[in-house]
């Protein structure tokens, strides 16, 4: 969605708030060349009017907007006023489902989103002391990098909420915005878990490629679509992860118990995606897996998907004590355990009268750890059942 954008921005140098002013007037604007004043932007997007003065001569400089004087019963008005222009506004590209577009529109105006500084900047000013002026209260709105940050997650997602952007490199390029300003705000958003949670990237011998990219899931995606039913799961252990730790097959309990922490979670969202494929493609099949498994792995590709994925190092002395014929082993044993999970998932979740499929879309995600106990979401679109949450414990 935001390709020709990310250009245009690139193309005329435009720094973070002037993208986001820019994106702001595309998605804001009531409709195709509606004129708008910089006071009526100031109230629509909630931001200070020194960042909307600067950002529109930014823009109108650049030519991404027309910049004029309204006339009204002949007289010249002191107001000036303000039109998109048709590169501007053709530089954001169609929705990929249904409200993506109001979605990214929400989030540009701030909603949605949590404010690290709320606390803060909640408290009033302070009054003057020795002669010194009291302290500004600053806006209690979501900055606008995090917005414009936000929005361009939501652009780039599916419906389920997973973005198609997996690399910072790629996300600074769209934003304008330093590595560590970006590495803030991901991390805000993603505090309570509520709007974003996001899987750092890693480097790792056992993968292809050897850097794999960060992975980000838009929590709030779920909840805001009409027909999802979400699941929350809750546990005491991490059940995907013991699932592969305990396993009986020796290759990938060890692959498993080698790995750092940070491999390990890379591994997992691969794991949950490979689930959800199969819930989502192959539902009834899963109920007679241990008969027809190897029909199953064939229909599905799944070993084949999983062997872009994974790799043998070379480092001989390594893996050393592993099982000969290291990398069929892996394979084979890997998508067995993920057909196992899938299995499980789908008991967790509700199903229709005679056990046939009632879902246009499921994404498994990950477990987390929030203090003593562990949590998973599976987000689905439900096309019997009527929008819910339910919460599950699994122990």
Not at 230 to 240: K, N, P, R, Y
Request: glycine share 6%; hydrophobic share 40%.
């Amino acid at each position: 969605m935001f390709e020709g954008f990310a250009r245009l921005s690139e193309e005329h140098g435009l720094s973070c708030n002037e993208r986001f002013l820019l994106a702001a007037t595309v998605f804001c604007t009531v409709s195709d060349g509606e004129v708008f004043s910089a006071q009526e932007l100031c109230e629509r997007l909630s931001v200070s009017r020194y960042l909307v003065a600067s950002g529109l001569g930014a823009l109108a400089k650049a030519g991404c907007i027309l910049e004029g004087l309204e006339t009204h019963s002949g007289e010249v008005k002191s107001m000036r006023s303000y039109k998109v222009t048709l590169e501007a506004s053709q530089s954001v590209g169609c929705e990929s489902w249904p409200g993506q577009k109001k979605l990214v529109e929400q989030l540009l105006q701030g909603q949605h989103l949590p404010n690290p500084d709320v606390s803060r900047q909640q408290e009033s000013a302070q009054p003057a002391t020795d002669g010194k002026p009291p302290k500004r209260k600053k806006s209690e709105a979501p900055l606008p990098s995090m917005r414009l940050t936000m929005a361009i997650l939501a652009g780039s997602s599916d419906m389920l909420g997973r973005a198609s952007i997996d690399d910072s490199r790629t996300l600074r390029k769209l934003t304008g915005l330093s590595a560590s300003r970006l590495r803030n705000h991901l991390r805000e958003a993603s505090q309570d878990l509520k709007v974003l949670r996001v899987v750092p990237g890693a480097s790792s011998r056992w993968f292809k490629p050897s850097k794999q990219k960060s992975i980000f899931y838009l929590t709030l995606l779920g909840s805001l679509h009409p027909d999802s039913l979400i699941l929350h799961v809750s546990a005491s252990a991490d059940v995907f992860y013991d699932r592969l730790r305990n396993s009986k097959h020796r290759a990938i309990s060890k692959l498993v118990a080698s790995m750092r922490a940070e491999e390990v979670a890379l591994l997992l969202s691969r794991v949950t995606h490979e689930v959800s494929q199969l819930l989502s493609q192959h539902w009834i099949q899963l109920d007679s897996f241990k008969k027809n498994c190897a029909s199953l792995l064939q229909d599905s590709g799944l070993i084949k998907r999983l062997s872009h994925f994974l790799v043998v190092p070379h480092e001989n002395d390594d893996i050393s004590g592993w099982p000969e014929d290291l990398s069929k082993s892996l394979l084979g044993e890997l998508a067995f355990c993920i057909v196992e999970i899938a299995c499980l998932v789908k008991w967790w979740l509700p199903s229709g009268a005679s056990g046939e499929m009632v879902y246009s879309g499921i994404q498994v995600r990950p477990f987390r750890r929030q203090e003593s106990e562990y949590f998973a979401e599976i987000i689905t679109l439900a096309t019997v059942h009527p929008a819910d949450v339910i919460m599950i414990s699994v122990d």
